[in-house]
């Protein structure tokens, strides 16, 4: 167990110094395997994951969805969500901030990213809700935060690491996340309207709107008309997520055709970003693969739980403590490396706990009611100074606008998650009701 502390350690070290996560993870994970076996064993084992990786068919799920969500990106969907959003809210006061909300959490449930929804979203509602007159700090606050349901709301590809490590069905997964994602929204459109409620000044009355465009129909059409067919498809036992993923990265691509938004050019783009993408995930489960192999034979996750059992605490408790030491850790760490590094530690101890719940008999509910939990903390992560990686994309976008303003903006949404996650823990049906 020490060892694993120590290379725990080292590997926090590394990523202080600026050591991109993955190539520390690499890194500590051989030197330590080879220190507690051998050179020969460590060279092998980090050979076989740089060798599975990226060949496993499993794991080709990935850049499919990314792909389906770059496509998406570029085909103009967004702009019909928002529209269609505003033109049902408008009449409420914060109505604009609400169909941002509602707008992200339609247009991540197609493309799985938040942080690809937060930047989108931020060139299509951002200059409507200056131009009406909202604060920045509210406008960017439910930008940000609204992005953040790209990883609950299906197909999400955080959702699918966490099945990957966990073996959990990952259609089982991904209808888990419906009402979780359905409530996040309710809580964040609940947080504008807290806000405007309390500082009337951050959102004026807003007057009549257009009319939603036919065009605009459309593209809610096909975008409720893709998730459908992904989520019936997977549930239904018609196709696998693999397969599922192949079929909306194809869907996609149709819809961009026949909104006439696809160039050539915009096609190439949207493969190199893809790429990129893809690369950057597969990076990270290759150094968490090597990693978790090193903290598992130094004894760390049979050392926690026997550490667990002998304190006399309920579990819930035990759920508290690695709730807060996730939160914790998303103020520190990028989201998919949280993952990657802590759920090999923490999964068997939870399936070790007895909830004494209906709801939580049978170690698959366990496993998809952590896994619900684990998204929800990592979106908070994405909205937690001083990382908060949505926030840094949204300063990017917006350059004029101080992150400052928009960690202020965020305030209310991160309290609205908070809650959201206590209500989760205490009623795990939610999570389960539909599986």
Known sequence: MIESLI?????????????????AMIGVGTVGYALLRSWDSAFRLAGNAAFDVPLSFTLSVIPLFILMGNLLTLSGVSDALFSTAHRGLHRLKGGLAMSTVVACGGFSAV???SLATAATMSKVAMPTMRKTGYADSLATGSIAAGGTLGILIPPSVVMIIYGLITEADIG???IAGIIPGLLGAGFYILAVAVVVRIWPNTAPNEGDVLPVSRSDI???????SLFMVIMVGIYGGIFTPSEAAAIGAIFSLLIAVARR????AKLLQACIETTRTTAMIFALIIGAEIFSNFINFAGLPDAVLAWVSGMDVTPITVILVIVFIY?????VLESLSMILLTVPIFYPLVLSLDFGSAWLAGDMAVTIWFGILVVVVTEISLI?????LNVFVLRSVLPDVP???IFRGVLPFWAADLLRLAVLILLPALSLGLI
Do not use: D, Q, Y
């Open 384 to 388: 937690s100074p001083p990382i908060g």
């Open 7 to 23: 290379g725990i350690a080292v590997l926090f070290g590394l990523v202080a110094l600026r050591v991109p996560i993955a190539f």
């Open 218 to 224: 459309n593209g809610v059409i096909a975008v409720v």
């Open 327 to 331: 939160i914790i850790l998303g103020a």
């Open 172 to 174: 089982k997964l991904f």
């Open 403 to 405: 992150i400052t303003t």
């Open 111 to 113: 493309c799985g990213s």
């Open 261 to 264: 938004s696809l160039t050539l």
